[in-house]
């Protein structure tokens, strides 16, 4: 079956450092969203990307797909402490030509900012 | 944005007790839930997708005898854990598809419901 992969599980920088985490699919997606869960917490939407070779950006906060629509990053510049918690990257899937609604996850990348 | 609850939060139960969860959007109308899985430090797993008005699809290895879905309205749907087990101790989180126009497709998550099988 469809499976997304995600890299690093875990990653620990000093404040002020930049964070990057990669998402692959293993099919071809309709677009890709990125997820923030604090923890404790419930996921909570960051964004989402459609077209192929988009690049959005949220203040510190870069995200790309890929031209394949089958890899997609998430990069913080000047992480800060707030930055903290698990970022999920959640592809959906592509049926035929059709968006079937069904979001597979990544296994998350869990960010630590030392202050 | 969009607003999901979920009811209860936590609960306790016994061991063969059933369970039942709580998903409703607030200020959209959901014609597709789904359920979620998260057991600790792991990630969301899907179990189910919720269809307004018919049957769900499960997810292969997922018993849909033990967690059984209802989706009544289109604001609501409940999920049963049925005779649970230690086992079945998870964090249990639904979403709600907001597939009209201002939202892009957007799925938008419940706050979670922690449940604890003793």
């Known amino acids: 079956g469809q499976q997304v992969m995600q890299i690093p599980q875990y990653q620990h920088v000093q404040e002020g450092e930049d964070f990057t985490t990669y998402c692959n699919s293993s099919?071809?997606?309709?677009?890709i969203q990125w997820y923030k869960q604090r923890p404790g917490g419930h996921p909570v939407f960051l964004i989402q990307?459609?077209?192929?070779?988009e690049v959005k950006k949220q203040k510190r906060l870069t995200f790309q797909f890929g031209e394949a629509k089958k890899n997609s990053s998430l990069h913080i510049t000047a992480t800060q402490t707030t930055d903290v918690g698990t970022y999920f990257c959640a592809g959906n899937s592509l049926h035929g030509s059709s968006n079937t609604g069904k979001l597979i996850f990544g296994q998350g990348t869990t960010l630590q900012v030392k202050p | 944005g969009a607003v999901v609850s979920q009811h209860p939060s936590w609960v306790i139960c016994k061991s063969g007790t059933s369970v039942k969860i709580e998903c409703r959007s607030l200020d959209f109308q959901a014609t597709t839930m789904f359920w979620y899985r998260q057991f600790p430090k792991q990630s969301l797993m899907l179990m189910a997708t919720?269809?307004?008005?018919?049957?769900?699809?499960?997810e292969q290895g997922v018993e849909k005898d033990k967690f059984l879905i209802n989706h009544a309205s289109l604001t609501l749907s409940t999920l049963t854990v049925t005779s649970a087990h230690p086992e079945d101790s998870s964090f249990y989180i639904c979403s709600a598809r907001d597939t009209s126009g201002r939202a892009s497709d957007t799925q938008y998550f419940g706050p979670g419901t922690r449940l604890t099988v003793l």
């Open positions: 099919t071809t997606l309709s677009n």
């Open positions: 990307l459609v077209k192929s070779g």
């Open positions: 919720s269809n307004e008005g018919s049957k769900a699809t499960y």
